[in-house]
């Protein structure tokens, strides 16, 4: 599952792969690391090749918030994708997995910002913003709020502005 997140003032890409129940290999920037987890009542920890830490996590609809080491790292969550590069600029939104379209903040011929909400999903009973990768105009919109969608399903189409 890829996933694009904002830190600070960076974009960072990343994606993770299950292994089995207690490892999992993340990718981000090209670099791969496999982790090993153990649960110590709320925390995590983390084994990798040279460290360890022990981290525990909260999360909003689209914010994570890691304690790491004595330090919080937020992270804004930008868009979840299914497969392709994870950050790449592309011409239409799709429901990253199957729910039911909330909200439409959009219609054909409006002018939106990169990471302007667009749409909103519900999904396993959570509420997951979908945001414009890029500034554009709506060309299209494929939904209409209370319906249901399949993953990958195209939801909102873009267009040069």
């Known amino acids: 599952m890829n996933r694009t997140y904002r830190l600070a003032d960076e974009v960072v890409a990343s994606s993770v792969l299950h292994k089995g129940p207690e490892a999992v290999e993340?990718?981000?920037?090209?670099?791969v690391s496999t982790l090993r987890l153990t649960r110590s009542g709320r925390q995590l920890i983390f084994s990798g090749e040279r460290q360890r830490y022990r981290t525990i996590t909260a999360?909003?609809?689209?914010?994570?918030?890691v304690w790491m080491d004595g330090r919080i790292y937020e992270l804004q969550e930008l868009e979840?994708?299914?497969?392709?590069e994870a950050g790449v600029a592309r011409d239409d939104i799709r429901a990253p997995m199957p729910g039911t379209v909330l909200k439409l903040n959009v219609k054909v011929g409006d002018s939106v910002a990169a990471d302007e909400i667009v749409a909103v999903l519900e999904a396993m009973k959570m509420e997951h913003n979908l945001r414009a990768p890029r500034a554009g105009v709506i060309a299209s919109v494929s939904a209409h709020v209370g319906q249901t969608v399949v993953?990958?399903?195209p939801l909102v189409s873009l267009e040069q502005a």
Not at 26 to 31: I, L, N
Not at 59 to 65: A, E, G, H, N
Request: some cysteine.
């Open 26 to 31: 993340v990718t981000s920037d090209c670099a």
């Open 59 to 65: 999360r909003t609809k689209d914010r994570v918030f």
């Open 80 to 84: 979840e994708t299914s497969g392709g």
């Open 151 to 153: 993953a990958d399903a």
